[in-house]
């Protein structure tokens, strides 16, 4: 899974987001690294579909414009939950060898 | 504003999405020019901006992934437009092959002058990037996309740096290489992130026909373009007897772009009694239909 397609599922976990509000979320969730553009959102959104990990829900017109709501299915709570398993069994074997070599595996941000 | 209430940066984004396709915009340009806009409240802004580059770049990208979508990576795409990016993917694969091919014959061409060095021309390290379509091909089957298409690359840049040496006729010499480089745009263009990895086991086979096709070929020089033309008109046979329409279009067009160098061959006066016949057998099969009349349509 691609870091675009974990975070939009990320996003997504809390509550259906229209796309906007899921730029600014992965925005948000990734602290400002990842600014998702159109192109590449609807592209990541696409695949997340086709693959049955989430859904259109409701539509709604805001000053005008159309918003459409996406939300999580099962299977992609379920691909979030394998996706974030594989990650955290990544960090603590990352920790592990950083530990062993006596350094913290954190470092505070300035 | 125009008299719809629409601004100059509406208009504009509005622009850039007809690269889309008309099923993608119908469905979902209103959705995406409402986050193009959202926070944009600016008088000045709305007027007077453009969508940036990155955006562009995007929207592009989003463009040749729909254009030329792999079924699996999309729920919406129409069946009637399903089979532009396999065709796509199909004639890019088949410039690989031919790519294949050549590097075939520049190995045994290597061979002969390592043997023979008054023979042959001399061997210059450069000459390695002929070796680049191999390369590509192994690296394609394995789902490595982005090194495929920098060694599907090497050749291209060989035969720029050779023109540019020799200082050549380049429209004629552009017209020769032209399979070449719109299958290796086609391979570019086609093989896009969402489009699946080609099935490697049956390609293999075809792999290593073509890369011994042309090591066989490279003892006999000048007959590259005849092989190459009867292979087609092969192949263009086995896929309408096999109602294999990806294929059949496919084919059609790589018949197609082979006139370009027979064009170039008999401007040059070179062997017209070949090179006529060659090209009334490209055009048959560019033209035949894809399909027997009574087959069911595969793609409908």
Known sequence: ?????????????????HGYAIVQAVEQLSEGRMVLRVGTLYGVLDRLVADGLAERDREE???????????????????LQAEVARLSANVRAASAVLRGRGVQPWTSRA | MD????????????R??????KWYRQDREEEMVGIFLADRSDDLDLEHSWPGWGETGAILGLAVRTHLAAGAALTSVPAR????????????????????????AAITNLVVAYGNPEWAPPITWWRLLELGPVVAFAALLSGRR????????APVVLVVATLAQSGGPVLLWSLFQLPGIVTFLCLCLGFHREAPTPPARRLLWWGGGALLLGMLGGFATGTGLLAIALITVILRVVAFARGDFVLGRAVSLFALLQLAPLAFLFVGGEVRVIVLPLAVLLVLCAVAPVRKPSARPRVS
């Not at chain 1, 017109?61 to 691909?79: E, F, I």
């Not at chain 2, 850039?16 to 396709?21: E, I, M």
């Open chain 2, 81 to 104: 437009v399903m089979w532009r990016g396999e065709v796509v993917r199909a004639l890019g694969m088949i410039g690989l092959l031919l790519g294949v091919f050549y590097a075939g």
């Open chain 1, 61 to 79: 017109v805001h000053q005008g414009r159309l918003r459409r709501y996406y939300k999580l299915t099962d299977s992609g709570v379920r691909a």
């Open chain 1, 1 to 17: 899974m691609s870091e675009q397609a974990f975070l939009v599922l990320t996003a997504l976990a809390e509550e259906p987001l």
């Open chain 2, 146 to 153: 982005t090194l495929a298409k920098v060694a599907a690359f």
């Open chain 2, 16 to 21: 850039l999405l007809k690269v889309l396709p």
């Open chain 2, 3 to 14: 008299e719809q209430g629409m601004s100059n940066l509406e208009h504009r984004y509005r």
